[in-house]
């Protein structure tokens, strides 16, 4: 079945170290999305990518890079420079032109 | 910018009552969407809206959108408690390389 897995499901994060969040998919899309979501809170858009090698920041993306080599992968990394990165992360793609959005079932972030 | 405003942000009410939770937005949009969120989980897909005057149903559940007004409401009928869970409207602007900007998101809890 065609979908988006994204990895781990939980992290921990030692203060000053990067991490990163990966996000497959085998749904041929286009698209891809990183969300950051806050306890209580909407969802904020951290970068997002509608070819493969190209990229644009979102509203958030201090303290993020991301990747695109291939058209199913889009990781996140989370630097140092990211002061407080503990939250849900939602990665999504989208068929560029159709309307859908699919969703990975998120990463949960937690700095120790 | 666009932005998205919901309203209320939390609701409490009965089993068998009826609601309505309101979507605004601040400049023309391409499509709206409805997702529904449980606690921990990643977004569940309810409602895509294209168009002036657009009425869907699923359930106890009915999406409108008025694209002169900048609204769409979630009506919820009859409601069980199965329905508690946050529900969050998003807009798409192709101009935006299809982002989805999401309001806050509606808390709802429907007890017994």
């Known amino acids: 079945d065609g979908g988006i897995t994204q990895s781990p499901k939980y992290l921990f994060r030692k203060e000053g170290q990067n991490v990163t969040l990966s996000c497959e998919q085998n749904?041929?899309?286009?698209?891809m999305y990183w969300y950051r979501q806050d306890p209580g809170q909407g969802l904020r858009l951290i970068y997002y990518?509608?070819?493969?090698?190209?990229?644009q920041k979102g509203d958030i993306a201090e303290g993020y890079s991301v990747s695109r080599e291939k058209k199913e992968s889009f990781p996140l990394t989370v630097t140092s420079a990211q002061k407080n990165p503990t939250a849900f992360y939602l990665c999504a793609s989208s068929e560029t032109g159709i309307s859908g959005y699919t969703f990975g079932s998120g990463t949960r972030l937690t700095v120790v | 910018e666009l932005k998205v405003e919901q309203n209320p942000l939390f609701l409490s009410m009965q089993e068998g009552k009826n609601y309505t939770i309101y979507c605004n937005y601040s400049?023309?949009?391409?499509?709206l969407y409805w997702y529904r969120q449980d606690p921990g989980k990643s977004l569940e897909s309810l409602f895509v809206l294209l168009s002036n005057g657009a009425v869907k149903q699923e359930g106890r559940l009915m999406a409108s959108l008025d694209t002169k007004a900048r609204l769409s409401t979630l009506h919820i009928t009859a409601a069980v408690h199965d329905l508690s869970a946050t529900y969050f409207c998003?807009?798409?602007?192709?101009?935006?390389?299809?982002?989805?900007?999401f309001g806050e998101g509606t808390q709802l809890t429907v007890n017994p």
């Open positions: 749904l041929n899309h286009d698209a």
């Open positions: 990518s509608q070819i493969v090698n190209d990229f």
């Open positions: 400049t023309t949009s391409d499509r």
């Open positions: 998003a807009v798409t602007k192709e101009t935006s390389g299809s982002r989805l900007t």
